[in-house]
């Protein structure tokens, strides 16, 4: 599974309750869709963290690297490879 | 207080015989233990069960006039009955009992349907009217007493609580699906709207009258906020008016003839309360808190310190995960509705620590917040408005950080975060839940888990369920912060806090609650005051603090607000399990069956909650808004309905 995926489907399934997969765009705004919250993003970092073994530094936590399933991707990506 | 019901113009099934009004009161037996009465004519039956308060021996009730022409039954009371039968006597009125409830039938005879008008109280009153041929049913202002009804063939049933309808109906009841997506928006049913299909309530300062010219629902009273305040006294003759309302209500609100309590938050309205008791009466006071295991819901340090410096006998009960998640069914039989917080269910032990005590009547701080803008709420409507008139403001968000400082998983602790989501709607500020906004949007998210056919459901009923409440034609000529207090009067108050976290708590085991910050006087008055009174810059209560200032510590009237909270999806799981109720409930089956909510999606969230997982308001409100949905279809729906056609058909009419 492609991170892009993987965080996809942790977003379904943690924030959404569900496995479908057409309930979610790529590039929707987590935020604007009322999908995650404040403490959802929390959740959303801890969870990166732990199963990339990155760190998210204070200054990363904007919605520009966490506000989409494709910005999430492409933000984890960017740390793993730096 | 007490417990009534009735039944009007019906026949066969319906008719309003002895045995019928039996079976609907003793429904009610919890809130009123000390007896029952009733009333049998041709076209009507009315049935009472007493909890007795004030005239312990000729109180009992029906009560009627003179010449038996006008009858009443009362749940409440009328707190200024001494003063009103003093004027009613004075006009000639002849009284033959000591209860405040006869003050009701004269007050009648003399003022017609204004006598509501008249009574200071908190109160839901059937009056039968036998030569006119006319029922009159009323609430009073604030939504303090219940009331709900329905009609059936013709008749017209009523009762304090619904379970007493429920037993002599004849379909039984189904759920409603517009009710539900109200609930899980804004915690409570607003207007006349039940979670029940066909069963309404009165609203808080309606009355519904019955004669020949048929039936007609009248608003008698409601909030009034200024639109110019050049006749508004100064801040500090303000407060001055203030005290000495507060001191006349709590005065008022000490008549019983049996000893009266008083609960202990800790904080400032409980407090302030009970300090008035302490410095204008010489009643010897009891006081009640809840303390909690965890820390960030617990404040019995600050109860203690009140209790001490106010010197009354205090008890505290200690409220644990296990006994919240075991007596939630009990609650949700009490409270007839789904919830999204166990909040309330402590505080049903905690009446049942009262009554174990002697007492059958508490004082408490209730209303405080929604007349003297204590809510974080209404700061954080404030801001954003604040912030909308320069959208590009990078300080002006950053005032967000003031609010829910005692959060532990804050929703302003990422100010990038904070700054997007409460920026959501910003320029949005003519909406009348602008300031409500971003707390429906986190208990819709509970929408995500209902079922497919209940979302196609809503979406042909979407324009009925936001926000549900009636405004008046004033309205948007209000200060912004006037028409917050009115949205937040009309769905949490009203919705939730009086009923599920108040009347239906304390009345499971028989205790009334008071709430002298309701006294419709010290509304009244708040409303013709200017909103920078209230909350001053982001001081909240500020005319309230003034006023209570010289009767409490400096540090009570300095602490930031507290709002009352408990664990929740902890509390329905053991030793890693779901409790053994919640696990049959959140079956597959059970849910397919009830057909409310998609079960695979439930699975997801019991297993986040499982897990400890579930660290936001939004997972833990659904949790708690799924279990006490199938609660509520298991003990008053039965397992023979699902969420079906019927329901469908309803919401699209």
């Not at chain 2, 059958?360 to 917040?369: I, M, P, Q, S, W």
């Not at chain 2, 920026?423 to 500020?429: E, P, S």
């Amino acid at each position: 599974m492609s991170i892009r995926e993987e965080v996809k489907a942790f977003i379904l399934q943690n924030f959404l309750f569900s496995s479908d997969t057409s309930a979610l765009g790529d590039s929707d705004s987590l935020l604007e869709k009322g999908i995650v919250d404040s403490t959802g993003i929390l959740e959303l970092v801890t969870h990166i963290e732990e199963k990339y073994g990155i760190r998210v530094l204070d200054e990363e936590m904007l919605p520009s690297n966490l506000d989409s399933v494709a910005a999430i991707a492409a933000f984890v990506a960017g740390k793993r490879a730096a | 207080m007490c417990g009534i019901a009735g039944i009007l113009g019906g026949s066969g099934k319906f008719g309003p015989e002895r045995s019928r009004l039996e079976r609907m009161i003793r429904q009610l037996q919890h809130r009123g233990p000390d007896g029952f009465g009733f009333l049998e004519r041709r076209d009507i039956g009315l049935a009472h069960a007493r909890l007795s308060i004030i005239d312990l021996e000729t109180g009992g009730q029906p009560i009627s006039n003179e010449d038996g022409s006008i009858w009443t039954i009362l749940n409440g009371e009328i707190f200024n009955y001494p003063e009103l039968r003093r004027e009613l006597e004075a006009l000639g009125h002849g009284f033959s009992t000591r209860s405040d409830t006869e003050t009701i039938v004269h007050a009648y005879e003399e003022y017609g349907d204004d006598f509501v008008l008249k009574l200071n109280g908190q109160f839901a009153i059937a009056l039968w009217d036998e030569r006119r041929r006319r029922l009159i049913l009323a609430r009073d202002r604030l939504g303090i007493r219940p009331l709900f009804y329905t009609w059936e063939e013709g008749a017209l049933l009523f009762a304090s609580e619904i379970k007493a309808i429920r037993e002599i109906h004849p379909r039984g009841l189904e759920l409603d699906i517009a009710g539900l997506a109200q609930v899980f928006t804004t915690w409570g049913t607003a207007g006349s709207r039940t979670v029940f299909a066909g069963i309404e309530t009165l609203p808080a300062g309606h009355m519904l009258i019955v004669d020949d010219g048929g039936h007609r629902v009248k608003r008698y009273w409601d909030w009034k906020f200024q639109q110019t305040f050049i006749a508004a006294p100064s801040f500090e003759d303000a407060a001055v008016q203030l005290r000495d309302l507060l001191v006349d209500a709590v005065r008022m609100q000490l008549r019983a003839d049996v000893p009266v309590g008083a609960y202990l938050s800790g904080g400032l309205d409980s407090s302030g309360i009970v300090s008035i008791v302490r410095r204008y009466s010489s009643s010897p006071l009891r006081t009640f808190s809840i303390s909690f295991d965890e820390a960030e819901f617990d404040e019995s340090e600050h109860q203690q310190q009140m209790a001490r410096f106010l010197g009354t006998e205090h008890e505290t009960v200690r409220c644990t995960r296990r006994q919240i998640g075991e007596l939630f069914p009990d609650f949700i039989r009490h409270a007839e509705t789904p919830v999204v917080r166990t909040a309330p269910v402590p505080l049903m032990i905690l009446s049942r620590q009262v009554r174990e005590s002697g007492l059958k009547v508490v004082l408490t701080g209730e209303g405080a917040d929604e007349v003297w803008a204590g809510y974080d709420i209404f700061k954080e409507g404030k801001i954003r408005r604040f912030w909308a008139e320069q959208p590009a403001s990078t300080c002006r968000p950053a005032l967000l950080a003031r609010l829910y400082p005692y959060l532990r998983h804050s929703p302003v602790s990422n100010r990038a975060f904070a700054t997007n989501i409460f920026g959501r709607n910003l320029l949005d500020t003519a909406n009348p839940g602008y300031a409500h906004g971003t707390r429906w949007a986190t208990t819709r998210r509970l929408w995500n888990l209902f079922s497919e056919d209940v979302r196609s459901q809503l979406r042909t009923a979407a324009a009925t369920v936001d926000p549900g409440i009636d405004l008046p034609a004033e309205f948007a000529g209000w200060e912004p912060l006037a028409r917050d207090q009115y949205v937040e009067a009309k769905t949490l108050l009203e919705g939730y806090l009086l009923s599920s976290q108040g009347d239906r708590v304390a009345m499971a085991h028989s205790v009334e609650g008071r709430v002298p910050f309701l006294d419709h006087r010290i509304v009244e008055f708040a409303a013709t005051l200017p909103a920078r009174y209230k909350l001053r810059g982001l001081h909240e209560k500020a005319v309230l603090k003034a006023a209570l200032a010289d009767l409490l510590p400096a540090e009570i009237c300095a602490r930031t607000k507290q709002p009352y909270r408990a664990p929740d999806a902890p509390c329905f799981f053991t030793d890693g399990a779901p409790l053994p109720y919640v696990q049959e409930l959140l079956s597959d089956r059970s849910l397919r069956e009830a057909g409310y909510f998609d079960a695979g999606a439930v699975r997801h969230l019991v297993e986040k909650c499982r897990a400890g997982r579930a660290i936001g308001f939004g997972d833990n409100m659904a949790l708690v808004g799924v279990i006490s949905t199938m609660l509520l279809h298991q003990q008053f729906v039965g397992a023979e309905r699902r969420a079906g056609l019927v329901q469908r058909q309803r919401v699209q009419a």
